[in-house]
């Protein structure tokens, strides 16, 4: 089931995003701040829509979703992980596919995803490109020396 994420979904988010594997400590230690914005300031004041993916009391996965700023109906989408134990079993899908509606029933035309270039994500573009995204961009040397910026979009 895929529901708005509580309060009480904190500590497993964030032992999703520390136990994922490809994220950096940097990458790892911003998600309690977006997600401590969200409480605070709900989803339209944080401009963060936190979802999960919840089996009984289980988190699965979860993705971040917003409004970009000074467009018209473009949507970022800022994080998506599933547990490591969940994946291949379509938590990913299902909570990319639940942004894409959420955000096209709210008028959005757009939704882009941006990731690294790295070999270690390669498994991530992959993901992307299934799911029906496009490469519209690539920043070289975004995050470092050698480490690109990957523009995925998918118009709605």
């Known amino acids: 089931m895929i529901v ?3 309060e009480a979904d904190g500590p497993q988010i964030q032992d999703i995003t520390a136990r994922a594997g490809v994220f950096s400590q940097e990458e790892i230690d911003s998600v309690p ?3 401590n914005e969200y409480l605070t300031q709900g989803a339209e004041g944080s401009g963060y829509h936190f979802i999960v993916y919840r089996e009984d009391d289980q988190v ?3 993705a971040i979703y917003g409004f970009r700023d000074l467009t018209d109906g473009v949507y970022d989408l ?4 599933v547990d490591p134990s969940a994946r291949r079993n379509s938590v990913g899908r299902k909570l990319l596919t639940f942004c894409e509606d959420t ?12 990731t ?13 490109v299934r799911m029906g995204y496009e490469n519209e961009a690539t920043i070289k040397d975004f995050y470092s020396i050698g480490d690109d910026l990957k523009i995925f979009i998918k118009r709605l």
């Open 78 to 81: 800022f994080w998506i992980a």
């Open 60 to 62: 699965l996965g979860f």
């Open 33 to 35: 701040e977006m997600f």
């Open 4 to 6: 708005p994420a509580t």
């Open 103 to 114: 955000v096209r029933e709210a008028g959005g035309r757009m939704l882009i995803a941006e």
């Open 116 to 128: 690294s270039g790295t070999p270690h994500y390669e498994s991530t573009r992959e993901f992307y």
